[in-house]
C-alpha cells in the first residue's frame, strides 16, 4: 500500500486525459484576460488617459492572453514575442489579429474556376501564401508547419470569440 502512495505522487499528469482541450484553452484565456483587464480598469480610473490608449491598451491584453493560452503552438510562441517586442502603438498593423483576419476573409470570396490545372495551382499557392501572412510567424514556417499549426489557431480564434462574447454579456445583463 505504501507503495502504491509513492507512485501517486511521482505521478505529474492525470490518468484521465484532459477530454475537451477546448475547455483548457478558454480556462487559460479567461485566467490571463480577467486578471489584467481588473488591473487595465484600476489604472484607467486612477489615470487620465485618452480613448485611443485606452483600447490599444486594452487590445495587447486581449491578444497576450490569447497568446499564453496556448503557448503549445509556435504561432502563439511568435505572437507572445511579437507583443512583447511591440509597443502598443504599432500592433494595430499587424497581420496577425482577428480584426484584420476578417477585412480580408470578407474580401473577394468569389472568383471564376480555372479549368487549367497549372491555374489551380497557382490559386493554391497564392492562398497558401495568404494564409501564411495570416498566421503569426507563418512568414517564418515552411508550407507543411503552416498546414499543421493553422488549424489550432483558427479553433483558438472561435474559443476567444466565445469568451469574450459570453465576459460581454455577463457584464451588459
Not at 24 to 41: C, D, G, M, Q
Not at 86 to 109: A, F, G, V, W
Not at 129 to 158: A, D, H, T
Request: aromatic residues 6%.
Amino acid at each position: 500500500m505504501e507503495r502504491q502512495i509513492i507512485n501517486k505522487r511521482k505521478r505529474v499528469f492525470s490518468l484521465q486525459p484532459n477530454k475537451n482541450p477546448n475547455e483548457l484553452f478558454a480556462r487559460r484565456y479567461v485566467s490571463h484576460l480577467v486578471p489584467a483587464l481588473k488591473k487595465i480598469n484600476m489604472n484607467k480610473s486612477s489615470s487620465k488617459t485618452n480613448h485611443q490608449s485606452f483600447e490599444k491598451t486594452v487590445k495587447h491584453e486581449v491578444d497576450m492572453a490569447f497568446a499564453l493560452s496556448a503557448q503549445e503552438f509556435a504561432w502563439s510562441r511568435f505572437l507572445q514575442q511579437k507583443l512583447l517586442s511591440s509597443p502598443h502603438d504599432d500592433l494595430i498593423s499587424t497581420s496577425s489579429y482577428p480584426s484584420e483576419i476578417l477585412e480580408r476573409s470578407s474580401k473577394k470570396q468569389g472568383g471564376e474556376k480555372h479549368q487549367d490545372r497549372d491555374e489551380e495551382g497557382g490559386e493554391i499557392k497564392k492562398r497558401l501564401k495568404e494564409l501564411q501572412k495570416l498566421l503569426p510567424g507563418g512568414e517564418e514556417m515552411n508550407m507543411e508547419e503552416i498546414l499543421s499549426e493553422i488549424g489550432s489557431y483558427i479553433v483558438c480564434l472561435e474559443l476567444q470569440m466565445i469568451v469574450l462574447k459570453s465576459i460581454v454579456q455577463d457584464n451588459t445583463s
